[in-house]
């Protein structure tokens, strides 16, 4: 009987190892544990000339915003029809075009806004992050410094971070990195508290499951959203709970 349930010990292990190094670069590389990311992980790069224009306004009159948005491109370039997304609520968009959760970390340390007390914050952010060498975990573990970096800032704040969307090519872009650093993000996030995970519907956003043709709620980049999307994406979060 030993005998025979060593030798199922070591073939499970033989399997274990065999899976492992057959399973592409994401086994290989270091994942960073999201509470040293923030230290660690934190890059320089300059705000974009909205933003810039933005921040002063948002300054002096930080007391009469009460919902942040955090991210990059999809959440900067939401602001044409941010009114109507949230009709109620005067909306302070932090986001900046091209930034990895590498740079919000960045552009979060360096936030002056000592006077602002947002109670909702919206975080969506880690597409820029998503490449063939880039393991899931690692693209989890920025998501969710950035948004334990924005629970620092707020304490006070729910805190609604979405899922990475689909992009690319037939919206299929890296699903082997993106799907399972979504999966990760919210068991994650489940454990932290005042924090929602919305888990968008894919489908809904790209016309359908992956396919080469043209999805009206993308421009033409297949990267960045039209206005259908984003109302997609604002009837995602009033589903989650948001007051809009």
Not at 55 to 74: E, F, H, K, T
Not at 169 to 176: G, I, S, V
Not at 185 to 199: I, K, N
Request: net charge positive.
């Amino acid at each position: 009987m030993l005998r025979l349930f060593a030798n199922l010990v070591i073939v499970l292990a033989c399997n274990f190892f065999l899976i492992v190094g057959n399973a592409g670069p994401s086994f290989a590389q270091e994942c960073p544990d999201p509470t040293k990311a923030t230290n660690a992980s934190a890059q320089q790069k300059q705000a974009s000339k909205r933003l810039n224009r933005a921040l002063p306004i948002y300054r002096a009159r930080s007391a009469r915003y009460n919902l942040a948005l955090v991210g990059d491109s999809l959440v900067e370039l939401w602001q044409p029809w941010i009114k109507d997304s949230f009709p109620t609520r005067p909306v302070m968009n932090l986001a900046v075009a091209g930034d990895t959760t590498q740079n919000a970390l960045y552009r979060l340390d360096g936030l002056d806004l000592p006077d602002f007390h947002p109670a909702d914050v919206v975080v969506l952010i880690g597409t820029n992050n998503l490449g063939a060498k880039t393991a899931p975990c690692a693209v989890a573990a920025g998501v969710v410094a950035v948004v334990s970096k924005v629970r620092a800032l707020w304490p006070g704040a729910h805190i609604y971070a979405l899922s990475i969307p689909p992009r690319g090519k037939r919206y299929a872009f890296y699903e082997d990195v993106r799907i399972p650093a979504n999966q990760l993000v919210a068991s994650s996030l489940a454990e932290m508290p005042g924090v929602t995970f919305v888990q968008m519907n894919d489908d809904m956003l790209r016309c359908g499951k992956p396919s080469d043709k043209d999805c009206s709620n993308y421009k033409p980049d297949h990267l960045h959203f039209n206005e259908g999307a984003y109302k997609l994406i604002t009837s995602f979060l009033a589903t989650a709970g948001l007051q809009l």
